[in-house]
Every structure is written in structure tokens, then in C-alpha cells.
């Protein structure tokens, strides 16, 4: 409420839009929502409210109506958020709407600093939430982002530097009324119960968990987070090599020389450089929107460590860790790191798709399948991740599986990063089976089709950059 009266007087109520998403977790937040939108109308604020739709069951799932089964207790607020996510992504895209304002405070920053430190984030997560990020996807749905205008809408939180308290004051002042949700105060949801404790040492200076004290240490990272990202974003741009159709990140592994097992380069023998350069290598390549864990780019950096060490004898091949596998160089690469895999039933597939859509797969890259110029296509088209298809079309995927040998040979894809790339399918109007168009990262039938497969963050060099 607070944010829509601030916004609305700076840049007038013209240019804004509001809208709430009812996650429908309580009976009376339809009211809330209702209540949201009559004051929306006081303003002058044009408004509107998407409501979550939940099933019972797996079976129950959706996704022409975007409805999903209700996640457990310790995954609700997870789920939750990406499906608002995915609401916000669609309200942007029908309204064209470029910037979404979030109410995030100091408080919210205090407590996102406290989860992460107890999660073991590196420095990327210790320094808290961004004002300003592109907004994040959400769950593995299809997500249409066909118009030539469509863009990823960028994420603002301009109240980051106000405290709740100055935030009540301003209510109170200009007769804002508000709702306080009553789920903020059920503990068994981490991040409520650190809200309670930041709570309870507002008044006390000295108390580790001072609201004050943990934004002072989130600020000094942001700046060390500035000062070593100087130095990342230098070393990217001129070593990394970045394939944005397969979605993979290459790194040199020696200096001034194919051999892998010489010296390593400066990345790896700079500790904190290191930890950044593997954050940035790993959030490029999954594209999620939370930095990665501490133990995680430590997984990565002690598998590093031991293979340049010359006591060490080398067993292994790839480590896991993020949904990010880094597969150990040879005389022909570097370090790769690529998406680990997807498991079976990981990724939802997604079906029943109209020529000329781009959809969002696995959040990480956008696919569009067209016809070729002056061809006309009638049907459909469907994709699913390796193993799902393997599993529903074996027949027809084991014709092609040779021919992918041939092409691994000829391309150098390795045979990792084949098997996490998408399985594109073509039901064609009069044919009763579907046919295999894309798989393991090539084409095998031509159906004057072509198909486009790109990383979500683009041709852009893994997000480095600073805005606070």
C-alpha cells in the first residue's frame, strides 16, 4: 500500500499498474485482495488480482490453466513464489509492461542476509538482494514469449532502505490502511522465525541479530562483492567461452597452453576471484535467481585444487553440485561446465505447442520452433528433457542415437551436454505419431522447419554487473 502511494505521487498514476497475487493459501485474502483494489481505485491506479489455483494431487496438474498440486509445508513459500513469478511474467507480457516495483524493505534484507548466512552462501548471496535484477522465472511451465516485444521485465525494489517502521508511518500519516498477514507469524516457516528474532533485538544495539548490525555487514559485502566483480567481469569477457544454444561456459584450465595439467591460470590461484568466477560460471549456466551456496563453489573449488595438485591422482571426471556439472579438461577444452542431466520427470514436459511460440524450457533456455520461409506447417510440437523421452518414444530415439554419435564426433559436443538438452517433437496435422525433429543438440528430420534454441541470459557475459 505504502509503495503504490509513494510511486504513484513520483511518477504519476498514469504510469502505474498494480495488481496482487492471491496465492489462496487463507479464506480471507480474496477479501485482502479486494480491499488492495478498491484503494488501487482511490488513486487513480488501475488494478487487478490473480488468483492461484492449487489440485490435491500430482495428477492434478495443469498447465493450459496453470494449476499445480499443493508442495509440502517445507516447500509452500518456495512454490509459491515462483508461481507469482510466472503471474508477474504474464500480467508484464499481456500489458506490456517493462518494470516491476516490489515492496522488499530493510527488513526483508535483513532477514534474506541471515538465510543466506545460515545456508553458507558465498559473498554473492551475503550481499543481499539487488535493487535492481531482471525477474526471475518461476516454475517449469510453458511460458510464451513469442511477441517481437516480449522482453524479461526488470525487478525494482526502491524501498530497500526503508524499515518497516518508517513504512507505518507513512501509512499512517496519509490514512493508508494495510493488512497484516497472520502466516508471518507461523514459525515453522524459517524465515518467520528469524523475522521474530530480528524483532526482538530491534531495541538492542549490541544483539548480533540487530536489524542495523546484519545491514551494516550486508552493505560492506555489497562493496567487496563491487571490488571483486571488477576483476571477474575482466576475466570473463576476455577467457570465457560461452555457447548460448547449448548453455555451457568454458574456462581455461592452463596459461598459455593447451596442457591441462601445467600451471593453473590467475582464477584459480586468487581464492576469492575464484569463488566468483565459479558463482558467476554456475548461475549462467542454471539461471536460477539465487546465488549459489558456499559449499557448492567449495565442491567445485576443492575438485580444482586437487587436480592441479601433483600428489593428487585424478579419478574423476565431472562434479556435481547446483544442477551444474563442471567436467574436468582435456587436451581439446577446458573446465565446461554444463546443466547437469535432468532427471526423469524433472522437467514437466511441454505440449501442444503452436508454431511461431517461444517457450521458456527447464528456465534456462528459450526455444522456438517456425516454419522456414515460404513453407506453410500444420500441427503441433512438444518437448521433453532426454530421459522422459527416451522413456515415452525409445523406438524412435534409438534411430538417431548413431547419428548423434557421429555428430558429438564431428561438433565436439560432449555426450553430458547432449543428454541436457531438450527433445523437440512435431505432431504433424494427418500423422499419427510424432516425429523427432531435435534431439542431443542436433537436427534429424527435415521438415522445412527450423528450430532455435537459446540460454535465457542471452548473448549477455554471466552477470557481473552492479547496480546498488
Not at 548460448?244 to 581464492?271: Q, V
Not at 577446458?334 to 524450457?361: A, D, H, S
Amino acid at each position: 500500500m505504502a509503495l503504490a502511494y509513494i510511486v504513484s505521487r513520483a511518477v504519476g498514476t498514469a504510469n502505474c499498474y498494480a495488481f496482487t497475487v492471491d496465492h489462496g493459501f487463507r479464506p480471507e485474502s480474496a477479501l485482502e485482495a479486494s480491499d488492495v483494489g478498491k484503494y488501487m481505485e482511490q488513486l487513480g491506479i488501475g488494478h487487478e488480482t490473480r488468483s492461484l489455483k492449487w489440485g490435491t494431487c500430482h495428477s492434478d496438474i495443469d498447465i493450459d490453466n496453470d494449476v499445480v498440486p499443493l508442495p509440502p509445508t517445507n516447500r509452500l513459500e518456495e512454490v509459491a513464489r515462483q508461481r507469482r513469478y510466472n503471474a508477474l511474467h504474464r500480467i508484464c507480457k499481456e500489458r506490456g509492461i517493462f518494470a516491476v516495483l516490489t515492496g522488499h524493505h530493510a527488513g526483508d534484507q535483513a532477514e534474506t542476509f541471515l538465510l543466506r548466512f545460515l545456508r553458507q552462501s558465498g559473498i554473492s548471496g551475503l550481499a543481499g538482494m539487488r535493487l535492481q535484477s531482471t525477474l526471475p522465472f518461476g516454475l517449469n511451465t510453458a511460458m510464451d514469449m513469442s511477441s517481437e516485444k516480449a522482453t524479461i521485465p526488470v525487478l525494482v525494489r526502491p524501498l530497500l532502505n526503508f524499515n518497516k517502521a518508517s513504512l507505518y508511518r507513512i501509512c499512517k500519516n496519509h490514512g493508508i490502511r494495510w493488512h497484516e498477514d497472520p502466516s508471518n507469524s507461523d514459525t515453522q516457516f524459517r524465515r518467520n522465525a528469524l523475522r521474530q528474532e530480528i524483532g526482538k533485538a530491534t531495541s538492542d544495539k549490541d544483539s548480533p541479530l540487530n536489524a542495523d548490525t546484519l545491514l551494516k555487514v550486508c552493505s560492506a559485502i555489497q562493496d567487496h562483492r563491487k571490488y571483486i566483480n571488477k576483476n571477474v567481469s575482466f576475466l570473463l569477457a576476455k577467457y570465457a567461452r560461452l555457447s548460448t544454444s547449448l548453455g555451457t561456459l568454458e574456462l581455461p584450465a592452463g596459461i598459455g597452453s593447451a596442457d591441462c595439467n601445467r600451471e593453473p591460470p590467475r582464477w584459480i590461484r586468487n581464492a576469492s576471484l575464484c569463488e566468483q568466477v565459479l558463482a558467476s560460471a554456475i548461475a549462467w549456466v542454471n539461471c536460477k535467481p539465487h546465488p549459489p551456496e558456499l559449499a557448492h563453489l567449495h565442491q567445485f573449488g576443492n575438485a580444482i585444487i586437487k587436480h592441479y595438485d601433483s600428489k593428487h591422482t585424478a579419478s574423476r571426471k565431472s562434479v556435481s553440485a547446483a544442477g551444474v556439472m563442471m567436467l574436468f579438461p582435456s587436451t581439446k577444452r577446458g573446465w565446461l561446465f554444463c546443466r547437469q542431466p535432468p532427471r526423469l520427470g524433472e522437467i514437466l514436459p511441454q505440449e501442444g505447442l503452436l508454431p511461431g511460440t517461444t517457450v521458456l524450457w527447464d528456465n534456462r533456455l528459450l526455444i522456438r520452433l517456425e516454419p522456414m520461409p515460404g513453407h506453410v506447417f500444420r500441427g503441433t510440437w512438444r518437448i521433453y528433457s532426454l530421459r522422459d523421452a527416451e522413456q515415452k518414444f525409445s523406438r524412435r530415439l534409438a534411430k538417431h542415437q548413431s547419428m548423434s554419435r557421429q555428430t558429438a564426433k564431428s561438433t565436439g559436443i560432449h555426450h553430458i551436454v547432449q543428454a541436457s538438452q531438450p527433445v523437440v517433437l512435431v505432431d504433424k496435422a494427418g500423422s499419427s505419431q510424432p516425429q523427432v525433429l531435435f534431439a542431443r543438440g542436433s537436427f534429424f528430420v527435415d521438415m522445412c522447419l527450423s528450430v532455435s534454441v537459446q540460454t535465457l541470459k542471452g548473448t549477455a557475459d554471466p552477470d557481473t554487473r552492479e547496480v546498488l
